[in-house]
C-alpha cells in the first residue's frame, strides 16, 4: 500500500447528526486501496459525536472535534492544514454523501495517467437533490474525460459552467502552498480552487462526467442565503482574483473579460435566485 498514493476524506461537520452516518458510510465504501476518513467535527452541540459513536472502532476514521466553533471554512482550513497529511484531499460536507464507490479510484487512475506531479486536481460530477428535484449537474464539456490547463480551467471558467466541491480530488501540498480557504465567504471553495488554478498555471487539469455523489439541498445550506451582505463579500472575490491574473504574465484584456464575465454571471445568478425565492 506505500506505493500507493494516500488520499483523505474530510468531512467537515456541524449539528448535522441527522446526516453525518450516511456521509462516512459512503465515504467507508470507497474502494480506493490508501484511504483516510477525517471527521472535523466543529464543535457541535446536538448528538453528532454520539452518532459518529457507531464508527469508532474502525481504523480508517479518524474524530477530531475542533475546542471552539471555527465555522465552516475555519474548519474546513484546519482539517485541510492540520488533521491529515495524505498527498491527495478530497471534501465531503457532513450533509452529503457518495453513491460511486469507485469515484476515488477513477479519479486517482486518471490523475496517475496524467502524471501525478503535472496534475493540480480531477473535478467530477454530482446530483443536486431536494425533497422537491434530483438533478445532474454536468460541465459543458463534449468528451467524458478531458485534460485541460490550470489557466484554461481559470479562464473558461464560466462557459464551463460548472463547478462541485464534493466532486474535486486535489493535491492537498498545492492547495496549502496557494492559501486554501483563506477568504471567509460563500464561495470560498471556488476562490481557493481558481487561486489554485492561477499560481500553478502550466499545471493540468482533469474535468470528468463521472458521478461522485448527491449534494442535498436543504433548508440550512449556506448557499440558500440572502443577506446582502455575504453576497457583497462573495461578489468581490472576484476583483480580487482579476488581480491575481493580472500580476501573470497574461493580456490584461483576457483578465479583463474574464472579470466582466464572473461579475455578469454572479450577478444573474443572484438575482434570478432572490426572484425564485
Not at 458521478?211 to 462573495?234: A, C, F, P, R
Amino acid at each position: 500500500m506505500n506505493d500507493v498514493p494516500g488520499v483523505c476524506i474530510m468531512i467537515p461537520t456541524y449539528n448535522q447528526a441527522n446526516y453525518i452516518a450516511k456521509a462516512v458510510e459512503s465515504a467507508l465504501a470507497q474502494d480506493y486501496a490508501n484511504i483516510e476518513i477525517v471527521i472535523a467535527d466543529d464543535n457541535s452541540t446536538d448528538n453528532t459525536a454520539e452518532v459518529l459513536e457507531l464508527f469508532s472502532k474502525n481504523q480508517r476514521i479518524k474524530y477530531r472535534k475542533n475546542s471552539a466553533n471555527l465555522g465552516r471554512v475555519g474548519n474546513y482550513k484546519k482539517c485541510l492544514n492540520e488533521y491529515t497529511k495524505a498527498e491527495w484531499v478530497i471534501n465531503l460536507d457532513g450533509d452529503d454523501y457518495f453513491t460511486n464507490d469507485q469515484y476515488i479510484s477513477l479519479a486517482m487512475e486518471a490523475i496517475q495517467k496524467s502524471g501525478i506531479r503535472d496534475t493540480l486536481f480531477y473535478q467530477g460530477v454530482n446530483i443536486l437533490k431536494s425533497d422537491q428535484f434530483e438533478k445532474l449537474m454536468e460541465p459543458n464539456i463534449k468528451s467524458p474525460e478531458a485534460s485541460i490547463t490550470a489557466e484554461d480551467y481559470f479562464f473558461k471558467f464560466f462557459e464551463r459552467n460548472y463547478f462541485s466541491h464534493m466532486s474535486t480530488l486535489y493535491n492537498r501540498q498545492a492547495a496549502i502552498e496557494s492559501d486554501f480557504y483563506a477568504c471567509d465567504i460563500l464561495s470560498a471553495d471556488i476562490f481557493s480552487f481558481l487561486g489554485l488554478c492561477l499560481k500553478f498555471a502550466e499545471k493540468k487539469i482533469i474535468v470528468s462526467k463521472s458521478i461522485s455523489g448527491v449534494w442535498l439541498q436543504h433548508e440550512n445550506n449556506i448557499s440558500k442565503t440572502k443577506k446582502m451582505k455575504l453576497h457583497h463579500d462573495n461578489f468581490s472575490l472576484y476583483k480580487k482574483l482579476y488581480h491575481l491574473s493580472k500580476e501573470k504574465d497574461f493580456s490584461k484584456w483576457k483578465c479583463f473579460k474574464w472579470l466582466i464575465k464572473a461579475q455578469y454571471t454572479y450577478l444573474r445568478s443572484y438575482i434570478f435566485n432572490l426572484i425564485k425565492l
